[in-house]
């Protein structure tokens, strides 16, 4: 059995990764619910036309923390 060995400030390199993947759950989470509280609230073309570049950052984001945890993975 190894014993993990302390990498940063006293967490593992398990904890680091835990910790990583945690951190891009949520933000890709508290995107998505921005992103449609956003789209719940147009009603018309016109308003989604003026709210829509803010609603696709969202997405952005929301992809992003998909790609960072993909990037992860590939690097374990």
């Known amino acids: 059995m190894s014993k993990e060995i302390e990498i940063y ?3 593992t390199l398990s904890q680091l990764l835990e910790q990583v993947v945690k ?3 949520e933000e890709k989470q ?3 619910e921005m992103y449609d509280n ?3 609230e ?3 073309p016109e308003q989604m036309m003026l709210i829509g ?3 696709s950052g969202y997405l952005e984001i929301a992809s992003k923390q ?3 945890l993909i990037k992860l993975a590939n690097t374990i």
């Open 23 to 25: 951190n891009c759950e």
């Open 42 to 44: 147009c009603d018309t």
């Open 53 to 55: 570049p803010v609603a």
């Open 9 to 11: 400030k006293g967490k």
């Open 30 to 32: 508290r995107a998505i």
């Open 66 to 68: 998909t790609d960072n």
């Open 38 to 40: 956003i789209k719940d």
